[in-house]
């Protein structure tokens, strides 16, 4: 899935470390993000929050005037911002009452900067949908607004289930998402006695979209695992 | 060492005025059973008194009728004999008395028997009063006298109180012991808890309780020390997270950076891969200290096993694997729809420092497998590798050798690694078992075990 227009998405970060600001600041304009907002206190994250008005907050969890739980307290008052922790605190408590809070997601320091970007990505692409969400494949090209194929000139309606098992592939692009997290997202249950649907869907959609369905180059098995979907840049 | 000196006072205390009490109640048994004998054998019936009485009222002429009636009464006979020998009369006597005596029948029976009647004998102004108890009433000796059931009741008697004695003793003796042992025990027991370095709480009342103070002061002391020590690790452990952020942002923005050396990037690339290393460690570190004293909550629910090698697969293909391993995955049928009781970042946590081993034990790359089965009571979980394998020696010293965090060996080169030993733990905190099979060149098998079912 293209997501060029999550980059346009303002972002804050919260972090008492300056050089930590600068860096994550550099990863993330490097990447293409243009609206960076930074702050290093829980008093200055409020009125960022507040002035700003970012699409995602990351906060760090240790701040000099408070935490960064509190500070999520205090936003939720008056914002429904999406709220990432980044922090050095990785006791399971922590973890807990970050996400028990209502936080998107929960990264301990330190972090590889693909993975930060991966996990930004991913909160994003969960909270604001992109107006025309198209995806090119090879050969095809997939409307999720109109759950529509659309492949040399013809134009495949997506039922229902095909529409949910091509957007959990696409929101994962190119990594391998498991039969558990797919038959969570068709039948909110575990993969036993499922195998037999998932195949079926499996065999529809690749007729739908893949140019040779016996020899699929978009969306592949991963052996013992699940699938994965390769997209065309 | 105060209180323990007086609960022993105490129990010595006791045990001797029980000694005390058993002498007086013996005496008092010895008494009330002898009372009743000796005052029969000295009282007024008793051949002292008798003779006396019979003595006053005997004379060549006769006795007086009352007297007499009182000696038969009491089964009692009488003779008189005048100075020549000859019975001037008789009250009660038997058959075999003869009428006279010498010299020398006076001398026989004078020592105690006349035809074995133990006799009693007076001498008067005119005569010798002559009175004849029972037979079998009395025993004579040369110097006094005892009576026949006394002499046979003593040695039964005594044998007696003795055993009874010893029951008792033995008795108070089980007792005590049962007692100061079921008192000692919790104590005894958490001094061994306190030995192996973990905090052991008794709650204790009497005169023990000194010691349980103790104890549990030792406990809190052991507590307070393991709980500075965990904290100190996860102290440096989170001081070490932001300034290791740093190196591994800044070295993987080198490593991609398109305008640098490739020479550069390559280095970027080490150092990023090293520092992912020491995040490892410092995650490994934290754990390990937090389990081994027994800070970590764990967090247990119902999981799916093969869902979650499914995800932790994926997710280490999805970072990215190098192209000289492979990873399979092999969940038979029965295993699929086991649900087990775990905190699953544990699980997952013990899989990935496995699948690290095998990585980092095997450069030049390898095949691994990780495998699940099950059967009603175990559920296994394998990592398999077609690596280099360990040779005997190894594999021997990875099963004994204690780890650094346990060893107070200087030898760094006799520990191993801090992966396994989380490994460890983890399977611990689940009740569960680990094997390591490997041979030289074979590869590597590590199995891990876990009960599954009531109670897991």
């Given at each position: 899935?293209?997501?060029?227009?999550?980059?346009?998405?303002?972002?804050?970060?919260?972090?008492d470390e300056p050089e930590l600001l600068k860096?994550?600041?550099?990863?993330?304009?490097?990447?293409?993000?243009?609206?960076?907002?930074?702050?290093?206190?829980?008093?200055?994250?409020?009125?960022?929050?507040?002035?700003?008005?970012?699409?995602?907050?990351?906060?760090?969890?240790?701040?000099?005037?408070?935490?960064?739980?509190?500070?999520?307290?205090?936003?939720?008052?008056?914002?429904?911002?999406?709220?990432?922790?980044?922090?050095?605190?990785?006791?399971?408590?922590?973890?807990?009452?970050?996400?028990?809070?209502?936080?998107?997601?929960?990264?301990?320091?330190?972090?590889?900067?693909?993975?930060?970007?991966?996990?930004?990505?991913?909160?994003?692409?969960?909270?604001?949908?992109?107006?025309?969400?198209?995806?090119?494949?090879?050969?095809?090209?997939?409307?999720?607004?109109?759950?529509?194929?659309?492949?040399?000139?013809?134009?495949?309606?997506?039922?229902?289930?095909?529409?949910?098992?091509?957007?959990?592939?696409?929101?994962?692009?190119?990594?391998?998402?498991?039969?558990?997290?797919?038959?969570?997202?068709?039948?909110?249950?575990?993969?036993?006695?499922?195998?037999?649907?998932?195949?079926?869907?499996?065999?529809?959609?690749?007729?739908?979209?893949?140019?040779?369905?016996?020899?699929?180059?978009?969306?592949?098995?991963?052996?013992?695992?699940?699938?994965?979907?390769?997209?065309?840049? | 060492?105060?209180?323990?000196?007086?609960?022993?006072?105490?129990?010595?205390?006791?045990?001797?005025?029980?000694?005390?009490?058993?002498?007086?109640?013996?005496?008092?048994?010895?008494?009330?059973?002898?009372?009743?004998?000796?005052?029969?054998?000295?009282?007024?019936?008793?051949?002292?008194?008798?003779?006396?009485?019979?003595?006053?009222?005997?004379?060549?002429?006769?006795?007086?009728?009352?007297?007499?009636?009182?000696?038969?009464?009491?089964?009692?006979?009488?003779?008189?004999?005048?100075?020549?020998?000859?019975?001037?009369?008789?009250?009660?006597?038997?058959?075999?008395?003869?009428?006279?005596?010498?010299?020398?029948?006076?001398?026989?029976?004078?020592?105690?028997?006349?035809?074995?009647?133990?006799?009693?004998?007076?001498?008067?102004?005119?005569?010798?009063?002559?009175?004849?108890?029972?037979?079998?009433?009395?025993?004579?000796?040369?110097?006094?006298?005892?009576?026949?059931?006394?002499?046979?009741?003593?040695?039964?008697?005594?044998?007696?109180?003795?055993?009874?004695?010893?029951?008792?003793?033995?008795?108070?003796?089980?007792?005590?012991?049962?007692?100061?042992?079921?008192?000692?025990?919790?104590?005894?027991?958490?001094?061994?808890?306190?030995?192996?370095?973990?905090?052991?709480?008794?709650?204790?009342?009497?005169?023990?309780?000194?010691?349980?103070?103790?104890?549990?002061?030792?406990?809190d002391i052991i507590i307070r020390q393991n709980?500075?020590?965990?904290?100190?690790?996860?102290?440096?452990?989170?001081?070490?997270?932001?300034?290791?952020?740093?190196?591994?942002?800044?070295?993987?923005?080198?490593?991609?950076?398109?305008?640098?050396?490739?020479?550069?990037?390559?280095?970027?690339?080490?150092?990023?891969?090293?520092?992912?290393?020491?995040?490892?460690?410092?995650?490994?570190?934290?754990?390990?200290?937090?389990?081994?004293?027994?800070?970590?909550?764990?967090?247990?629910?119902?999981?799916?096993?093969?869902?979650?090698?499914?995800?932790?697969?994926?997710?280490?293909?999805?970072?990215?694997?190098?192209?000289?391993?492979?990873?399979?995955?092999?969940?038979?049928?029965?295993?699929?729809?086991?649900?087990?009781?775990?905190?699953?970042?544990?699980?997952?946590?013990?899989?990935?420092?496995?699948?690290?081993?095998?990585?980092?034990?095997?450069?030049?790359?390898?095949?691994?497998?990780?495998?699940?089965?099950?059967?009603?009571?175990?559920?296994?979980?394998?990592?398999?590798?077609?690596?280099?394998?360990?040779?005997?020696?190894?594999?021997?010293?990875?099963?004994?050798?204690?780890?650094?965090?346990?060893?107070?060996?200087?030898?760094?080169?006799?520990?191993?690694?801090?992966?396994?030993?989380?490994?460890?733990?983890?399977?611990?905190?689940?009740?569960?078992?680990?094997?390591?099979?490997?041979?030289?060149?074979?590869?590597?098998?590590?199995?891990?075990?876990?009960?599954?079912?009531?109670?897991?």
């Amino acid at each position: 899935m293209n997501h060029s227009f999550l980059r346009n998405k303002k972002l804050l970060l919260v972090d008492d470390e300056p050089e930590l600001l600068k860096m994550v600041t550099s990863i993330l304009s490097d990447d293409g993000f243009r609206n960076i907002v930074t702050a290093v206190s829980v008093k200055e994250g409020i009125s960022a929050v507040q002035n700003e008005k970012p699409d995602l907050a990351i906060l760090d969890v240790m701040l000099p005037d408070g935490d960064g739980f509190s500070l999520m307290q205090q936003i939720r008052t008056f914002s429904d911002v999406p709220v990432i922790f980044l922090t050095a605190k990785d006791e399971a408590v922590d973890r807990l009452s970050g996400l028990g809070l209502g936080a998107d997601d929960y990264i301990i320091k330190p972090f590889l900067p693909q993975e930060l970007l991966y996990r930004i990505y991913a909160v994003l692409r969960r909270c604001y949908k992109e107006d025309t969400p198209l995806i090119n494949l090879d050969g095809c090209t997939i409307d999720f607004s109109r759950a529509e194929v659309h492949k040399a000139d013809k134009i495949i309606p997506l039922t229902a289930m095909e529409h949910i098992f091509l957007e959990t592939l696409a929101r994962n692009e190119g990594r391998i998402v498991t039969v558990d997290t797919l038959c969570e997202a068709l039948w909110g249950d575990n993969p036993f006695g499922y195998e037999n649907s998932l195949n079926a869907h499996v065999r529809r959609i690749r007729e739908k979209i893949e140019t040779d369905p016996s020899k699929p180059v978009s969306l592949i098995t991963v052996k013992g695992l699940g699938y994965k979907l390769n997209t065309r840049k | 060492m105060k209180s323990l000196g007086k609960y022993i006072s105490k129990y010595l205390v006791s045990f001797a005025g029980l000694v005390l009490l058993l002498l007086f109640i013996n005496g008092i048994a010895f008494g009330w059973t002898f009372y009743g004998v000796v005052t029969k054998d000295h009282g007024d019936l008793s051949p002292q008194n008798m003779l006396e009485e019979a003595a006053a009222s005997a004379s060549l002429e006769g006795i007086s009728k009352e007297t007499s009636e009182r000696l038969k009464n009491n089964h009692i006979w009488a003779i008189y004999l005048d100075m020549e020998g000859n019975r001037v009369w008789e009250t009660g006597a038997p058959d075999e008395i003869p009428e006279h005596f010498t010299v020398q029948d006076v001398a026989v029976f004078a020592k105690g028997y006349l035809a074995d009647y133990p006799v009693f004998i007076r001498n008067t102004d005119d005569g010798m009063l002559i009175l004849g108890y029972p037979q079998d009433s009395y025993m004579k000796l040369p110097s006094n006298y005892y009576s026949l059931r006394s002499i046979k009741t003593f040695p039964f008697f005594v044998i007696g109180i003795l055993a009874v004695d010893f029951v008792i003793l033995f008795l108070v003796y089980y007792y005590s012991k049962r007692k100061i042992l079921k008192n000692a025990e919790p104590i005894i027991t958490s001094i061994v808890t306190l030995g192996t370095g973990k905090p052991a709480s008794i709650s204790m009342r009497g005169e023990l309780s000194g010691i349980a103070d103790s104890v549990n002061k030792a406990s809190d002391i052991i507590i307070r020390q393991n709980q500075a020590r965990a904290n100190w690790i996860s102290g440096v452990s989170h001081d070490i997270r932001t300034p290791l952020s740093m190196i591994m942002g800044y070295a993987e923005r080198i490593a991609h950076e398109k305008s640098a050396d490739s020479h550069v990037r390559q280095e970027a690339e080490i150092i990023r891969q090293q520092s992912v290393k020491i995040r490892e460690l410092v995650q490994d570190l934290n754990l390990v200290s937090r389990l081994e004293y027994e800070m970590q909550p764990i967090h247990k629910s119902p999981v799916s096993l093969a869902g979650l090698l499914r995800s932790y697969t994926a997710e280490l293909l999805n970072t990215g694997l190098s192209d000289e391993y492979s990873i399979n995955i092999e969940i038979a049928p029965m295993a699929e729809t086991v649900l087990f009781n775990c905190d699953a970042r544990l699980i997952s946590r013990a899989v990935g420092n496995l699948v690290q081993n095998s990585i980092s034990h095997n450069p030049d790359g390898c095949d691994i497998i990780l495998a699940l089965d099950c059967t009603n009571k175990s559920i296994f979980l394998s990592i398999t590798d077609n690596g280099i394998g360990l040779s005997t020696e190894k594999l021997k010293e990875l099963n004994e050798k204690p780890h650094y965090m346990e060893s107070t060996d200087d030898r760094l080169d006799l520990r191993h690694g801090l992966g396994l030993i989380l490994v460890h733990q983890i399977v611990d905190a689940h009740n569960g078992t680990m094997q390591i099979e490997s041979e030289e060149g074979k590869g590597c098998k590590v199995i891990l075990d876990f009960p599954i079912g009531k109670g897991s």
